[in-house]
């Protein structure tokens, strides 16, 4: 008898049921609030009592110059990288607050990033009515952003409709923006709110309990853009993103994620330019 063999084989077959028991346990419990898609908020909510951990990545692929002494070096793909972490606690079963904290990795010329604390968002959601009380569930989210060099004001109208395994989502989605708001203005200028529209739209099919798959849309920008220049008012107009989304969901845990193809411009941003060809955002949440 090899004593040592059973040893490892036992050891193993108890690891294998222990990761089993640990998968099944998470799989058979339904999160709280999972969000299918990655821009658009579901109508669900937290109930009284629960939390949850969101944690967000978003990658913006932009160019910028190789070296920025010799022009004649060329250009280079640099990523953007916006970080974002929120908390999210159900009050009662009608009305949930949530808190993030956002950093940003902008590029740089050279081909490098600066990670910087970009500040915190402060927001509450409620619904209209309980599930399917309504032809379409409603509710209501206001936000406000309290970043390093801006004040915003966000609302939105969550709206869902359910057809079997076939869930459909949109928000329709504004925001008031207000630049270096504690800033000295130049003589003779105020300030002025830029009014932005965030419009989102998706939807997924539950091919398993655990998997989801759809697609959604999302927009960002001015209906009217301002700015100085032809580059800052390109970045200022309204940009519109459409891509495929993959949604897992183990119970206590969840992951998102989606590619989106940028419709305005599928061609190499040039060095200045706000959005790349294509954006990627994940979300992994965790039950509390």
Do not use: C
Not at 28 to 37: C, D
Not at 104 to 129: C, H, I, Y
Not at 217 to 223: E, I, N, V
Not at 256 to 269: E, I, M, S
């Amino acid at each position: 008898m090899n004593i040592k063999a059973d040893f490892i084989a036992t050891r193993t077959v108890a690891a294998w049921l222990a990761g089993a028991s640990v998968f099944f346990a998470l799989s058979g419990v339904a999160s709280a609030s999972p969000r299918p898609l990655p821009f658009t908020y579901p109508y669900e909510q937290l109930g009284k009592g629960e939390a949850e951990l969101e944690l967000y990545g978003d990658m913006n692929p932009l160019r910028v110059l190789r070296d920025p002494t010799d022009l004649g070096a060329g250009r280079t793909w640099e990523p953007q990288y916006v970080l974002q972490s929120e908390f999210e606690y159900g009050i009662n079963d009608r009305w949930e607050l949530g808190f993030y904290q956002v950093f940003e990795a902008n590029p740089q010329d050279g081909g490098g990033n600066t990670m910087t604390f970009d500040g915190f968002k402060w927001r509450v959601r409620t619904r209209l009515a309980e599930p399917g009380e309504l032809p379409v569930d409603i509710a209501f989210y206001l936000e406000l952003e309290t970043l390093h060099d801006e004040l915003a004001l966000e609302e939105k109208i969550l709206l869902q409709r359910r057809f079997g395994a076939l869930r459909l989502m949109a928000n329709l989605w504004v925001e008031q923006e207000l630049e270096r708001p504690f800033d000295d203005t130049p003589a003779g200028k105020e300030k002025e709110l830029a009014f932005i529209v965030n419009p989102t739209f998706g939807g997924t099919y539950q091919i398993t309990p655990t998997l989801h798959l759809g697609g959604e849309y999302w927009a960002r920008g001015m209906l009217s853009p301002e700015g100085d220049g032809a580059l800052e008012h390109k970045n200022n107009s309204v940009h519109h993103f459409l891509g495929p989304v993959v949604h897992v969901n183990f119970g206590h845990l969840w992951w998102t994620a989606g590619l989106y193809a940028h419709l305005n411009d599928v061609n190499k941003p040039q060095p200045g330019e706000a959005y790349g060809p294509w954006w990627f955002r994940t979300v992994l949440g965790v039950d509390l």
